[in-house]
């Protein structure tokens, strides 16, 4: 998987998170929004690379300050306060995510699969184009071949 893959669904779902939950937590409290979409960044950014984890905590700091905060959809930053809300939902997202990569990378490296293995292993052939595998009965196998019959009826 690549990077923009490993990025886009934790991304994607994250920020639809974030946004479905403030929206549905816009008459609560500010702060209480504000911890419920903290933990869902958290979630989110588990799963994917730091960039997504501070993009999912962007996007939630425009939902949290634009439907919990000032309520009328006014994302600006009026102050310290929303520099810091904003500053723990990224730190937040890019953390988790860093801790995560950080945990893969010490943790025991992944065998192969041995079906895997097995289905793609490779069995010593011939080196030239057009020349038939030896069987194990032996001979190219040309000659046990059956005879080809028309499908089609009389001709």
Do not use: K, N, Y
């Not at 699969?113 to 793609?120: E, I």
């Not at 194990?136 to 059956?146: C, D, R, S, T």
């Amino acid at each position: 998987m690549t990077r923009l893959e490993a990025s886009a669904w934790p991304l994607a779902g994250g920020s639809a998170s974030v946004f479905a939950i403030a929206v549905v937590l816009d008459r609560l409290p500010w702060q209480a929004a504000f911890g419920v979409v903290t933990l869902a960044v958290a979630a989110w950014a588990w799963p994917s690379p730091p960039v997504a984890g501070a993009g999912v905590g962007g996007v939630a700091w425009l939902c949290v300050t634009g439907f919990d905060v000032h309520r009328f959809g006014v994302i600006e930053i009026t102050g310290r306060d929303d520099a810091a809300r904003a500053a723990v939902l990224v730190l937040a997202g890019v953390l988790v995510a860093a801790v995560h990569t950080l945990a893969e990378a010490r943790g025991p490296r992944r065998r192969a699969d041995p079906v895997w293995a097995a289905f793609h292993a490779t069995t010593p052939g011939p080196t030239q184009v057009g020349v038939p595998a030896p069987r194990p009965g032996g001979g190219a196998g040309l000659e046990e071949a059956a005879p080809r019959t028309s499908d089609r009826g009389t001709e």
